[in-house]
């Protein structure tokens, strides 16, 4: 067994490129255990007086919070401490608890314990909306008690200092929507994958990245010495002196390859026999763009809304929404801006919920099945994009479609919101196109009859792959069935692309896949000439683009499609590019 101060590796996947070297900040992230247990008569005083300083602790960490939290995409955050705060000032929770220990001589823990089963009790019996989502609110104010109460008062984003390497079990969407102004240095999870949308905001934000690296919690503490190697997803706990020195090599050389590829910035993504490549940017915050411009992005491919929607307590109200499109779109032009309508599920738009969402991959009422079921937020949405798309050029793109049916119904929707704008006096681009994510397996056998509804096709491999595939795309325990250059997933893109060229719309990739260099060749062959990606991979995929011929690429395809198993042709993907690019794949 390694002891606390060996040098120890641990495995887990890439997540996202580049090296950190840095000091542990391990996450608290499950409650802590409640016991009971009875009090005699004379210290019952006394523990109404740890759970009234308690109380006052987690008030004034509130406060703190509050004063720290300056601008959006957290501004809603502010609403939902100041709620936080009233909960612990009100009489009839803290008050409830108080009366329990009084009257049955027990523990704070346990009488914060059961005054909150017995609120809650009493939301439940409202069945209101409202109050559904303020049982979440109880539950965080309850556990952040529970924590002052055993002596720990961390918090998410709290007391972390610059260039921190998180640890934690798992990191949500919110939670890095949180940490992604603390200027961490990187992080290692022990759940999550390369396609969990907590991985892909990391790489749009650059940040070193080792999720799946099971047992990393129970092995660091507070403090602990660690490498985050996201290129080849090691972790590397108390590095010796020797090791550091050769992290910090590697990190120079990483920094320099980076630095030269990014001078092809003002280049143009054309192949050496002169085919034009789109290379586009999928983005997630507003701040992101200025990482697009600096690699000479040339649009936007996706934007993803939901960050505008999760962390916060009330829906983004038509303004807000009108006011965030309008400065992306505006920046953006003249080139396009491809906005994906709200992919979200009910578990997302609760605030406050911790969880990972990963936990729910195959969630159903998901994205467009969402917004056709609450039409009021989707109208707004509809009603905020079309308002911005005088400001530029504005694509706007239908999530997780999977039949015919829904872009008639979405086409109809938008007509009619057309017509109340045109009534309210508000001017809108009439002719914004209507696209389809193709990323359900029916919708790839739908491929045809898509072509002739919808303006343009994207495909997002992150879901297209997992449900074809059969394979969760955050689960790390099958991450060897996740594999995108499967026969199979070969032979859905080129059906895609295929039917898009016969239907004469536009086809691009927004999936992770069009942002790894390992498949540009692949993808290229494939038909694809428009591919949207995190930022930072625009330049690796831009030097393929720029030192391949067409043939070469059809070459590379005919033999993939002649081999059998996936094994045979990740194999031969990762020779051929090798020995074409060892600049970009020799380590
Ligand atoms: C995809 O599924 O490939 C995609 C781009 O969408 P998301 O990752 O947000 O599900
Ligand atoms: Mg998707």
Redesign the pocket.
């Known amino acids: 067994m390694p002891t606390a101060r060996d040098e120890t590796p641990i495995r887990g996947i890439p997540g996202s490129r580049g090296i950190a070297i840095g000091t542990a900040v391990v996450l608290e992230q499950s409650p802590p255990a409640v016991e009971q247990y009875f009090l005699p008569n004379e210290l019952v005083a006394g523990e109404i007086g740890r759970l009234n300083l308690s109380v006052y602790n987690a008030i004034e960490q509130i406060r703190h919070l509050r004063n720290r939290i300056s601008a959006a995409p957290t501004t809603d955050h502010i609403q939902m401490l100041d709620l936080h705060e009233q909960m612990l000032r009100d009489p009839q929770f803290v008050g409830e608890a108080l009366e329990i220990i009084r009257a049955e001589h027990i523990n704070a823990e346990w009488a914060v314990r059961k005054a909150t089963v017995r609120i809650r009790d009493i939301f439940d019996n409202l069945e209101s909306g409202y109050f559904r989502e303020r049982k979440d609110d109880l539950d965080s104010v309850s556990e952040r008690l529970l924590r002052h109460l055993a002596g720990q008062s961390s918090e998410l984003g709290s007391n972390i200092p610059p260039n921190a390497i998180i640890i934690a079990q798992s990191l949500s969407p919110g939670d890095m929507a949180e940490l992604h102004d603390k200027n961490i240095g990187g992080f290692a999870t022990e759940y999550g994958s390369y396609?969990a949308?907590t991985t892909?905001i990391a790489r749009s934000l650059e940040i070193p990245a080792v999720v799946g690296a099971r047992s990393v919690c129970s092995m660091v503490q507070n403090g602990t010495a660690v490498i985050i190697d996201g290129n080849s997803g090691l972790v590397v706990l108390n590095p010796s002196a020797e090791t550091v020195a050769q992290y910090q090599a590697a990190q120079d050389t990483f920094v320099t390859l980076c630095k030269k590829l990014r001078r092809n910035r003002k280049e143009r993504a054309v192949t050496e026999d002169g085919h034009i490549i789109k290379l586009l940017g999928?983005l997630d915050f507003v701040d992101e763009l200025a990482a697009l411009v600096d690699v000479g992005g040339q649009g936007v491919g996706?934007l993803?809304t939901?960050y505008l929607f999760v962390n916060r307590h009330s829906l983004p109200n038509e303004e807000e929404q009108y006011e965030h499109y309008r400065s992306i779109i505006s920046a953006v032009a003249p080139a396009r801006t491809t906005i994906?309508t709200l992919?979200i599920g009910d578990d997302k738009l609760t605030s406050g919920s911790r969880f990972p969402p990963e936990l729910r991959p195959f969630q159903a009422l998901r994205?467009i099945r969402y917004c056709l079921k609450e039409k009021a937020i989707f109208r707004t949405q509809l009603r905020a994009l079309l308002r911005a798309s005088i400001h530029g050029r504005l694509r706007i793109m239908i999530?997780?479609v999977s039949s015919v049916d829904e872009i008639r119904e979405v086409r109809l929707l938008l007509a009619e919101v057309k017509r109340e704008l045109t009534e309210d006096g508000l001017v809108y681009d009439p002719d914004v196109p209507l696209g389809v994510?193709i990323?359900i397996p029916a919708a790839v056998v739908l491929a045809d009859l898509l072509a002739q509804e919808a303006d343009f096709f994207?495909?997002?491999?992150?879901?297209?792959?997992?449900y074809s595939l059969a394979v969760a795309?955050h689960e790390e325990e099958t991450n060897h069935l996740y594999q995108p250059l499967h026969p199979a997933m070969l032979r859905t893109l080129q059906h895609v692309a295929e039917a898009a060229k016969r239907g004469g719309i536009e086809v691009s990739?927004?999936?992770?896949?069009a942002g790894d260099p390992l498949y540009t060749m692949v993808l290229l062959a494939l038909g694809y000439s428009e591919l949207?990606m995190a930022p930072q991979h625009i330049p690796l995929v831009k030097h393929i683009v720029r030192q391949t011929r067409l043939p070469e690429c059809y070459d590379l395809l005919c033999s993939l499609m002649a081999m059998a198993t996936v094994q045979e042709v990740n194999q031969f993907v990762a020779e051929r590019m090798t020995t074409r690019f060892p600049e970009l794949f020799l380590r």
């Not at 491999?461 to 997992?466: F, M």
């Not at 990739?509 to 896949?513: A, T």
């Open positions: 396609t949308h892909i999928n996706l993803r939901e994906r992919d994205a999530p997780y994510m990323e994207s495909v997002g491999t992150n879901d297209l792959i997992q795309r990739i927004c999936g992770e896949m949207s």
